[in-house]
């Protein structure tokens, strides 16, 4: 199984970022997802982060809301994540969960830590829990072995940025720009004053998410930043391609140049 | 507290930290319910409104003119109405009726809309945002946004537009934008989330004008504060005409805000009964319901820690109701504590009582209620024909019911 430490001391050693790639599981549908996911790594994602689809994604923005919400018609449960979770890690990548936290709260944190740890995931990122609520989700992680991601943003105050990253393990997640996911023009300035508000606070690498979605801005997050973290850029392709071929297809050529883009 | 003219501040107890007790505490929580399950990025903005709220509520210009507002534009206090004739339906007890349905644009909805407005310019913002499900809190937000020279967009799920189609005429009129959300269940869920989308992109010049005591800390306490007026003049008027506290109180609970508003002074107060009515819709036994404290289970919605309608694996579960303020399938994390601590009871109306109350009110003592305040209305009823007649029942009248004509028509074939 390959560790988050492992991802970040290898890219390290070859002098760039890492890549972060996200897909909900389920989208475009259970084994697409795995099959699309898998391509990603072959391209060159170092990292997976597999959403668990929710019925109601306040931070997400138009292109994932879709791509979860088809995953739910097509009856996704969290047995279908883990199995998700499991058949992404034999690609070899680092493998996380992306997830709300009701469905954790209510499927019992220390079950659900259990059942991701032994479907071979490296931890989680929950982007509305916050330190305040995250006691109970810190200790079954660390009992099952699972790294902690938590966001920082560019509003986060020097003192909730200690406060967040204290709880990561893993990586420090920073979303470039004050709004939901979604591929953009630029990627916001914002975003390298908030890595480097967060560097003093932190050991653990800094990834930047929100907003990536072509080479050209991989390479420009690369610059400052230990991973570049790129979701609805994925899904749209997914979202466009005519069948899953070429859907395939696309996710690799869009993985290639931001593989590519990370190394300049 | 008092006016410079020795009138008693309407509002006045708003002030004082604590003195009413139920505050909730510094993550908070009530109980084990509330706190914030949020996006990071929007912390900040949270403790800004909670900041600038704490400073507010003890600030005696605030006060007054929070107050002035309430009787000079919202026509408060508003009259206690006693409804012999509709009473006879319920076993003779006595009821009377808080009218909420009198205040400026048509529900308790303004009182909240007010006091958070102010807070806006407090906070030297100039847009506010706000979700609605019936049209109420739209209508009163668009209201008070053009009263203070704000700029207003309102989320509207794309079924509630349909069906309170009048009231996105009036908020349009009143020079607000009004987004339909065709998302998920195109209710009040959905219109919640788009707006909490809006908030964190443009947090910087916009406040979210939450309309209901649900949603992170400082909102449950916030608009809770802002309500309990209604409580604080109804004891008031109540002891006057009877000379007694009543034996129960009464209110209809979507996210709960017209309710906590009227409990809120009777919490202290032990002999009084505090009940609330969800929405039965077609009946628990079809699952097509919005029966969140009676039905639910403890969760995470919207950013609090409260009863949720959802399935075993945390997904929401859509709420059904005739009335669109109802139909939600959260709730305030307040009724969440009062209900597991046992100082409030909840109950279940289907539409089906909803609508024979609504229809009775209106033929026994000429008054149209909003179909929400009808479920209230509807478990008057039943409260009195088991209380007896010796019992008064106080009832919040959260709204009127010109907004619902359309579904009225369709409903009984008009
Ligand atoms: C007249 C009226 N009553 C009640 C409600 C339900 O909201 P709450 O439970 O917050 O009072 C609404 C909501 O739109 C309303 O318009």
Redesign the interface.
Same mark, same amino acid.
């Given at each position: 199984m390959t560790t988050l430490q492992t991802v970040f001391e290898k890219a390290r050693a070859e002098n760039r970022a890492a890549l972060v790639g996200y897909l909900p599981a389920g989208f475009p549908t259970k084994d697409g997802a795995v099959a699309a996911a898998t391509a990603m790594v072959e391209a060159g994602c170092d990292v997976i982060e597999i959403g668990l689809p929710y019925s109601d994604p306040l931070m997400d923005g138009p292109t994932i809301q879709d791509a979860v919400h088809r995953s739910l018609t097509n009856g996704t449960r969290i047995a279908d994540v883990m199995r998700t979770v499991e058949g992404v890690a034999k690609s070899g990548a680092a493998t996380l969960v992306m997830t709300y936290w009701n469905p954790v709260d209510r499927y019992g944190a220390e079950r659900f830590a259990r059942d991701l740890a032994s479907a071979g995931g490296v931890g989680t990122i929950t982007p509305d829990l916050t330190p305040e609520e995250s006691e109970p989700w810190l200790a079954a992680s660390k009992e099952a072995g699972l790294g902690t991601v938590f966001l920082v943003a560019p509003s986060s105050p020097d003192e909730r940025i200690a406060r967040v990253a204290a709880c990561c393990t893993g990586f420090v997640y920073a979303a470039s720009l004050m709004g939901v996911t979604g591929a953009r023009e630029s990627v916001n300035v914002a975003a390298e004053g908030l890595v480097e508000r967060t560097r003093p606070h932190t050991s653990l690498p800094v990834c930047v998410g929100l907003g990536v979605g072509n080479g050209r801005q991989a390479a420009e997050v690369a610059a400052y930043a230990d991973g570049v973290i790129v979701g609805s850029a994925f899904i749209r392709r997914l979202l466009d391609a005519p069948d899953e071929a070429s859907g395939l297809a696309a996710v690799r050529e869009l993985a290639h140049e931001l593989a590519e883009g990370v190394r300049r | 507290m008092t006016t410079t003219e020795g009138t008693p501040l309407t509002s006045a107890d708003l002030a004082g930290n604590g003195v009413y007790g139920n505050d909730p505490d510094v993550?908070g929580k009530f109980g084990i319910f509330g %706190?914030?399950?949020?996006? !990071?990025?929007?912390?900040?903005?949270l403790d800004e409104v909670a900041a600038e709220y704490d400073k507010a509520r003890s600030d005696l210009e605030f006060l007054r003119e929070f107050d002035h507002l309430l009787r000079t534009y919202a026509g408060r206090p508003t009259t206690l109405t006693e409804v012999p004739r509709f009473a006879e339906q319920a076993g003779g007890a006595r009821i009377l009726l808080k009218r909420e349905d009198l205040t400026h644009t048509g529900a308790h909805k303004i009182n909240n809309v007010l006091g958070q407005a102010l807070l806006t310019k407090r906070l030297g913002k100039t847009r506010v945002i706000a979700e609605t499900g019936a049209g109420q809190h739209g209508v009163a937000t668009a209201t008070a946004a053009a009263l203070m020279g704000l700029e207003c967009v309102i989320y509207m799920g794309a079924v509630d537009c349909e069906r309170q189609a009048l009231n996105v005429a009036r908020m349009k009129l009143l020079g607000a934008t009004v987004i339909p959300v065709t998302? %998920?269940s195109q209710t009040l869920?959905d219109a919640?989330?788009e707006a909490?989308?809006d908030w964190?992109?443009n947090?910087?010049h916009t406040h979210y004008l939450f309309g209901t005591v649900a949603g992170p800390h400082p909102f449950p306490e916030i608009v809770r504060d802002f309500a309990r007026i209604i409580g604080v003049e109804a004891r008031r008027q109540i002891l006057e005409l009877t000379g007694r506290l009543p034996d129960a109180v009464a209110a209809a609970v979507g996210g709960g805000s017209n309710a906590i508003g009227i409990f809120h002074a009777f919490i202290n107060d032990k002999s009084v009964q505090l009940h609330g009515y969800e929405a039965g819709g077609r009946g628990v036994e079809t699952g097509e319901h919005a029966l969140t404290l009676t039905e639910g289970?403890v969760?995470?919605?919207? %950013?609090s820690r409260t009863y949720?309608l959802?399935d !075993? !694996? %945390?997904?929401?579960i859509e709420s059904h109701s005739i009335s669109a303020g109802l139909d939600y399938p959260g709730v305030g994390p307040e009724h969440a504590w009062l209900k597991d601590s046992g100082r409030a009871t909840y109950h279940g109306i289907t539409d089906a009582e909803a609508m024979d109350a609504f229809s009775l009110l209106a033929r026994t003592e000429g008054i149209i209620p909003a179909i929400e305040s009808s479920h209230a209305l509807a478990g008057a009823l039943k409260l009195g024909r088991e209380l007896g007649p010796e019992a008064t029942i106080l009832v919040n009248l959260s709204g009127r019911g010109d907004k619902d004509m359309g579904t009225a028509m369709k409903y009984f074939n008009l």
């Open positions: - | 993550l %706190g914030r399950y949020v996006p !990071e990025a929007l912390i900040p903005a998302n %998920g869920k919640i989330n909490f989308r964190v992109t947090v910087d289970s969760g995470v919605l919207h %950013g949720v959802q !075993e !694996e %945390g997904q929401t």
